[in-house]
C-alpha cells in the first residue's frame, strides 16, 4: 500500500525535475560506465534482513580495476552466514506407497543458525562497447560476463545468486541512459549456476538449480548540489531499482534417485523486487549508500524483507 | 640591461670599424633578447568533455590529466565540463596525450582550445609554438585562440564533416607534430 503511493510520486519528482547533471552511480546495477584505465577501486559491502529470528548478514570486499578504459574487472570474496555446509536434513521427506517409498523436497525450517564461512569469490568483467557521449547526456552499452568459484556454502533454494550463494556463471548486456540529473539503466542477463554436491553420512546429495534470466531496470536522481561549486561538495543522489529474476525448478538426487520437486522453494519461480537508495559522495570520491528493498511482484527465497544494503566505495588514485 | 651594457661600450669606442662592428653586434643581440617576449605561447589549453555527469567524474578526469608529463595545472569547471589545462614548459608538447588522459578516464573529448599568451598573433596561417607546427584556417585577426581538428579533439561525426580540410596544410611544416586548427 505503502509503495503504491510513494512509486508514483517518486518517478513523477525525478522525471519532472530534470536541470543539470544525472547520477548513474547505482548502488545495487551496474551502469555501463567502467572504471577509470589504471584505477583501483575498492568497494566494502554487506547486505542484512532478518530471517525469523536469525539475522542473515553478507559481507563483501570489491576490489575493481581498470584494465583498459573500456574494460574493467573485478574480484570480490564473500563472507556470510546464509547457510550450513551441507543440505538440512528436512530437505527430503518421504512417504510410503505400499512397499515402495516415494522421496520427495519439503519445506526446510527457517531461521536456523549458522556459523560465518566463506560463501565464495566472485569475479566480474566488464566491456563498454557502445559510447554516445555528448554535452549534458550520454548513451553507453556494455557486455558483461561473470563467475563465482571456491562457494563453501549448501545454498537450498532453486533461484541461482553468484554473489554469495552458487558456484557457477552468467552474462548480460547493460544499456544506460543519462540526462542531465537523471539516469536510467536497463541489465540483461542470465545465470547458470554449478551443480551441487555433497556425501554425508553414507549418502550422496546432488541439487541441480534453476537457470535464471535477469532484468532489472535502474533509476537515479541527483538531488544535490543544484550547482557545483567545489570538489568538497557532497552529492546526494536517490536510486528506484528494480531487480527481477526468472528462473527454473531445481532438481535433487539421493543416492542418484530422483527427489520430487514439491515445495516452493525448489520450484521454479520470477519476482521482482524494489530497491530504495540514498546516497552520499564525498569529496569527490568517497561513495556511501543505503538501500532497503521490499518485493513488488512475488517474493525471493533467498532472503526475507526488507532487505539492508550498506555500501562504501573509494578510487585509489596513483 | 644587456643592450645598455652594449650601447654604453660602443660610445666608448673611437674606432669607426670597431664602432659599426659593435653596432652590428648589438643590433644583433637586441633581436636576439628581444624576440623571445613577443613570441606567442600556448597560455592555457581548454578541453570540453562529454559524458561527465557527477563531480567524482570530474575529480577522475583531473587526476587522469595531470599524470600527463607536460601538464602543470587542471582546473575542472564541471557545470561547463570542461577542464582548463596549464601547460609546463617541458620541450614535448603532445595535445594527442591530453586527448587520450580524458579517454583514459571513461570520457570523450567534445573540442579542445588552445589560447595564445605573448604577443597577438600575426595574420599567418602557419605557427609554430614549441615543436608543434599548427596550421591554421579561418582567420580572425581578433582571436587569440583556436580549436583543434582531429579525430581525437572532437566527436567523430563532427570530424567527418572536415575530412577535406587537412589537405590544405600540407605545406605547413613537417608531418611531424602537425595540428590542423581553427580560429575560435
Redesign the interface.
Known sequence: MVLNRTLPVFFLFICFSIQ??????FPINEPA???????LGIKFMSETNRELETIRNQFAVRLMY?LT?KLTVWAQPMVSNHHDQFLPNDLIDHRHIGASTVFYSSTIQYGRKYNYTFSGLHFYGKY?FL?Q????S?F?MAAYAETTIFGTQAHDESEPHLQGDNEGFGGGLIATY?KKRF?VSFTGGFIKANDYHQNKQGLRHQLKYGQAITYNLSFGY?IYPK??TS?N?S?INLYVELVGKSYGAAQLWEDDQAVEIVSESLGQGAYLDVFFGIQR?MN??D?VELTVAFPVINKSYRHFYPLLSLGWQK?L?? | MFFSLSLLRLFRSWNKYIFMRRLLFSLLLLGMFTSPSQAQQVEQVTIGVNGLHCSACSFTVEKSLMKVDFVSVVMMDLNDRIARVILNDAEETDFHKLAKAVTDAGYSVRDVVVTLGGQSKEDQSCLTIDNNNFCLIDLKSDSNEFRLIDKDFMPKKEFKKMQDIPAACSSCGTDKNRYIAQWF
Open positions: 543539470s547533471i544525472g547520477q548513474e552511480l560506465s567502467t572504471v577509470p584505465k589504471n584505477v581498470g578504459p563498454r559510447t557521449d555528448e554535452n549534458d550520454h553507453r543519462l539516469a541527483l550547482k557545483y570538489y561538495h552529492n559522495i569527490s570520491n561513495r578510487y588514485f596513483k
